[in-house]
């Protein structure tokens, strides 16, 4: 039986100061708006950058670059480079490739930014770290050909200079720090929270093989990427929103400009995929599984040591071997001989193949259906062995405070 704990972070996961003194630094300008002022003005410019840049982010760098949900020119392809690239979050290349990742290894060690190694993790430490300051070419070849985004993407600061230079210049240093600054950090975060929040805040209409949700409200401040849920579920779709009511004012934009020819080809979800592996709210699924079983193997890793840790201090003549024992086989029993979840090829094969493929996406729906109810009473055996466990460490705790 393999057992799987919660995620730690290696050495090159830790947030290098240094190197993020940068970002710090910008959190920080805001606060200079008390000596600049804070003009009409100013708040509107911060209000334009903010949404303006919000959707580039979510139309080029996301829906364009990293998932390829629409077509167009090479020249529009450009102005969505620099347009996300004036966010200061990098390069095109550098965010769709890791992008790129996350779905790939959605929630696992090797997602880039896997909630189950925490909310920091996934909301900014991964950013502040060492570890993903570069990019795979090899994972974004069908845009790395083009030199021009090798080139704003190598040299990312331009971008993001230039509008701060055309803040100033339209309204001033008020511009400058509140129109730029405050939107470009309330842009960081409001980005950041699809990683962090979209994981934990909303619900979830699909059964995936992560914990993504769908968020009405953080769609209204992200330009409706909080239908995370359907995002992750069917990930070719230029519209997250999959339903009329679902707020997504990036996909609107990109209709109105295919009116135009700027952009073509966009694609939507088909009937199948919007009727297909729905799951009742609070019934768990793969995704759940996988967050509900790495809390219960934590808990069970920490209490193991700390109960052995406790015994070999304080010589307590508590025998504990053989509850230990028990509750480690009915953690045992919970993982089963057979894991339902996935195996990361299995993911990967799927990942591997083609999207809008009807065979391979059914088989998986097929696949998670069949082996829901197994699921579910995993995740509940794991969850009440944890709890035991638990329960256990603090009888113990008790009986060496009495001695």
């Not at 193997?297 to 024992?325: I, Y």
Request: net charge neutral; charged share 20%.
């Amino acid at each position: 039986m393999s057992t799987t704990h919660a995620i730690e972070r290696a050495d090159d996961e830790r947030v290098n100061w240094v190197s993020s003194i940068p970002m710090f630094l910008i959190h920080g300008l805001c606060l200079l708006a008390v000596f600049t002022g804070v003009t009409w003005k100013a708040l509107a410019l911060c209000f334009v950058l903010y949404f303006g840049r919000m959707w580039f982010i979510t139309a080029g760098y996301h829906r364009y670059f990293s998932h390829r949900s629409y077509k167009t020119s090479r020249a529009f392809q450009f102005v969505l480079a620099f347009g996300g690239g004036s966010a200061a979050q990098k390069g095109a290349l550098w965010w769709a490739s890791h992008h790129r990742d996350h779905h790939r290894f959605s929630d696992t060690d090797r997602d880039v930014h896997s909630p189950l190694k925490g909310f920091w993790w996934s909301h900014i430490g991964w950013i502040l770290c060492d570890k993903y300051k570069g990019w795979d070419p090899d994972s974004i070849k069908d845009f790395n050909k083009f030199p021009e985004l090798r080139f704003i993407t190598k040299h990312d600061w331009i971008p993001p200079w230039t509008v701060a230079i055309a803040s100033y210049l339209i309204a001033g240093w008020p511009g400058l720090i509140v129109g730029f600054f405050w939107s470009t950090v309330l842009l960081w975060h409001g980005t950041f929270t699809v990683n962090s929040l979209a994981h934990v805040m909303g619900r979830r209409r699909y059964a995936t093989t992560d914990t993504s949700r769908n968020s009405a409200l953080i769609a209204l401040w992200t330009g409706g990427e909080g239908w995370h849920n359907n995002h992750h579920y069917y990930q070719a779709a230029a519209r997250n929103g999959f339903f009329w009511w679902e707020y997504d004012p990036t996909y609107y934009v990109l209709k109105v400009l295919s009116w135009f020819r700027i952009v073509r080809d966009l694609k939507v979800p088909p009937a199948r995929v919007l009727k297909g592996a729905r799951v009742r709210e609070g019934s768990f699924d793969v995704g759940m599984f996988k967050a509900h079983w790495g809390k219960a193997s934590a808990a069970l890793l920490a209490h193991t040591r700390w109960a052995d840790r406790d015994r070999a201090e304080d010589g307590s003549t508590v025998d504990a071997a053989a509850e230990l024992a028990a509750v480690r086989a009915a953690l045992d029993a919970a993982d089963g001989d057979a894991d339902p979840v996935p195996s990361d090829a299995a993911l990967l094969a799927v990942d591997a193949a083609d999207a809008e493929s009807p065979t391979v996406r059914e088989n998986l729906t097929d696949q998670m259906h069949a082996s829901r109810a197994a699921l579910e009473e995993s995740v509940r055996n794991a969850m009440r062995a944890a709890e035991d466990l638990a329960q256990l460490s603090r009888r113990q705790r008790s009986l060496s405070r009495a001695d």
